[in-house]
């Protein structure tokens, strides 16, 4: 074995002690990057060779195989699930969160306090049909009920409008990640045909994977050239090789399955008729249209449903009876012509608002102590003309802002747990790809001193050589 041999037995040995020292250093520098996985240097044994004089084969130094990312897919595909079970916990948080305020009445009257306000200023009504200041006080009660029904339309539309700018601005973010993911696709794929080890690039794509992932149900696959395929569940394809499908919203019609009046429809270059809006499940778009076509389209329906018959039931007894004047037919309520919107457009009549002498307590005319209509309308409160006839008003109500307290909660709960999930996941995560400073200090003096090591042995092998050089002196 001849010194160059030596030489670069020793020379080998720096570079690859370089090598991790630089890996270790990168490690170190990205302690506290999110998504980052810690690298490691793998080496392997040069060829050996013959020894002039020699039968053993004599090593020849050590070779970089390839810096390695330690890192478990089926691990990170765990992380991206629960990421988007929990943004989509998240979300429904958030905006069910908005609509148990519209309803609290912890702060001042809300409708069902008004409600049973109407009914008890009917009473009264009942006892002096005839007094000018009681019938104030009825019509006075009767616009805060009508008041507050439209404040509660209108606050709960405000809701929805809200989740509308959020699923746009989301279909803009959810094409910037999919053009983020097929460009490092081809990053990655470029790199790899160079026989590099893109292991920071890998990194950015799985990190930029968990936060596509978490709008809504995906799955991922790996095509032949390790390229991620992405696709969404009941859609179709959003990334494939060098294709990134787009997401877009439009106002549309309001449908069959709840989605309300020129609200936003979604809509994907990937699917045959475009619109996606009923397919998308899961992460921060599915729950945003869940809370949207279902719950708030139930809460204003059932909402709608209670100032109908509220309106309609009133009228019908307050009809048959006379005003002051002696008049009959008179309609309390504004007339609607059935249940849709009836929260928005339910309102006093103009012959009420105009005078409150128009309001009918008597069975009879021209019977100024006659209360008769006054109390068959206080005492429609009691009666279940409601659900099928299994609920009063008041039950009715109640039950409507006891669902969307029960939804929340049970949501909220959900989203304690999948956030201990999360942190188990990641915990497990840090365990296989994250950095320990002390253990990274540790391999950094040992890289050290096998740097010092290798150049001592050319420090050795020069002196040799000059010792071989001053014998031929």
């Known amino acids: 074995m001849g010194l160059p041999n030596v030489f670069n037995t020793g020379r080998t040995g720096m570079i690859a002690s370089k090598a991790a020292i630089a890996t270790t250093g990168h490690n170190i520098a990205n302690t506290n990057t999110e998504g980052f996985s810690r690298q490691r240097v793998l080496t392997s044994a040069?060829?050996?060779?013959?020894?002039?004089?020699?039968?053993?084969?004599?090593?020849?130094?050590?070779?970089?195989?390839?810096v390695e990312r330690i890192n478990d897919e089926y691990v990170e595909k765990q992380v991206r699930n629960?990421?988007?079970?929990?943004?989509?916990?998240?979300?429904?948080?958030?905006?069910?969160?908005?609509?148990?305020?519209?309803?609290?009445?912890?702060?001042?009257?809300?409708?069902?306090?008004?409600?049973?306000?109407?009914?008890?200023?009917?009473?009264?009504?009942?006892?002096?049909?005839?007094?000018?200041?009681?019938?104030?006080?009825?019509?006075?009660?009767?616009?805060?009920?009508?008041?507050?029904?439209?404040?509660?339309?209108?606050?709960?539309?405000?809701?929805?409008?809200?989740?509308?700018?959020?699923?746009?601005?989301?279909?803009?973010?959810?094409?910037?990640?999919?053009?983020?993911?097929?460009?490092?696709?081809m990053q990655i794929k470029t790199a790899e045909l160079a026989g590099g080890s893109p292991n920071d690039l890998l990194d950015k794509r799985d990190q930029?994977?968990?936060?596509?992932?978490?709008?809504?149900?995906?799955?991922?696959?790996?095509?032949?050239?390790g390229s991620f395929v992405v696709d969404v569940k009941g859609v179709g394809p959003l990334v494939v090789g060098p294709m990134a499908e787009k997401f877009s919203v439009f106002r549309s019609k309001a449908d069959d399955q709840g989605k309300p009046e020129a609200a936003f429809d979604v809509q994907s270059t990937s699917h045959a008729n475009s619109l996606v809006t009923h397919q998308i499940k899961g992460g921060k778009l599915g729950a945003l249209l869940e809370v949207r076509d279902k719950t708030l389209s139930t809460i204003l329906d059932r909402l709608d449903e209670l100032a109908y018959n509220i309106s309609d039931s009133v009228n019908s007894i307050h009809q048959q009876g006379f005003t002051r004047h002696g008049v009959?037919?008179?309609?309390?309520?504004?007339?609607?012509?059935?249940?849709?919107?009836?929260?928005?457009?339910?309102?006093?009549?103009?012959?009420?608002?105009?005078?409150?002498?128009?309001?009918?307590?008597?069975?009879?005319?021209?019977?100024?102590?006659?209360?008769?209509?006054?109390?068959?309308?206080?005492?429609?409160?009691?009666?279940?003309?409601?659900?099928?006839?299994?609920a009063t008003m008041d039950d009715f109500?109640?039950?409507?802002?006891?669902?969307?307290?029960?939804?929340?909660?049970?949501?909220?709960?959900?989203?304690?747990?999948?956030?201990?999930?999360?942190?188990?996941?990641?915990?497990?995560?840090?365990?296989?790809?994250?950095?320990?400073?002390?253990?990274?200090?540790?391999?950094?003096?040992?890289?050290?001193?096998m740097f010092d090591a290798s150049a001592k042995v050319i420090q050795v092998a020069d002196e040799m050589l000059k010792t071989v050089l001053d014998m031929r002196r």
């Not at 928005?344 to 009549?349: A, G, H, K, P, T």
């Not at 959900?414 to 540790?442: C, P």
């Open 208 to 225: 930029a994977m968990k936060k596509l992932g978490s709008y809504m149900e995906m799955s991922v696959h790996k095509d032949g050239g």
């Open 397 to 449: 109500y109640n039950s409507i802002v006891s669902d969307v307290g029960v939804a929340a909660s049970k949501n909220r709960s959900g989203m304690n747990q999948q956030k201990d999930i999360m942190t188990q996941l990641n915990k497990i995560r840090d365990q296989i790809s994250g950095v320990s400073i002390d253990e990274e200090t540790a391999n950094l003096m040992q890289f050290q001193h």
């Open 46 to 66: 040069e060829t050996p060779r013959n020894s002039a004089g020699m039968q053993s084969l004599i090593g020849n130094g050590t070779a970089i195989s390839r």
């Open 328 to 390: 009959q037919g008179v309609e309390f309520f504004g007339h609607m012509g059935g249940k849709e919107r009836a929260s928005e457009f339910i309102q006093l009549s103009d012959a009420v608002r105009d005078s409150v002498n128009n309001i009918a307590a008597a069975a009879q005319p021209d019977s100024p102590g006659d209360n008769r209509i006054a109390i068959a309308i206080s005492g429609l409160q009691s009666e279940k003309f409601m659900n099928e006839g299994k």
């Open 82 to 185: 629960g990421a988007r079970d929990l943004s989509h916990m998240e979300e429904k948080d958030l905006v069910l969160r908005q609509t148990e305020d519209v309803f609290n009445e912890m702060n001042g009257d809300g409708l069902n306090r008004l409600i049973s306000r109407f009914f008890n200023e009917f009473r009264k009504l009942s006892n002096e049909p005839d007094n000018e200041a009681v019938r104030q006080s009825v019509r006075e009660s009767s616009q805060a009920m009508v008041n507050d029904f439209h404040r509660i339309r209108r606050e709960v539309e405000a809701v929805r409008e809200h989740i509308d700018a959020r699923l746009e601005g989301y279909s803009k973010e959810i094409n910037s990640l999919a053009e983020q993911v097929k460009d490092l696709n």
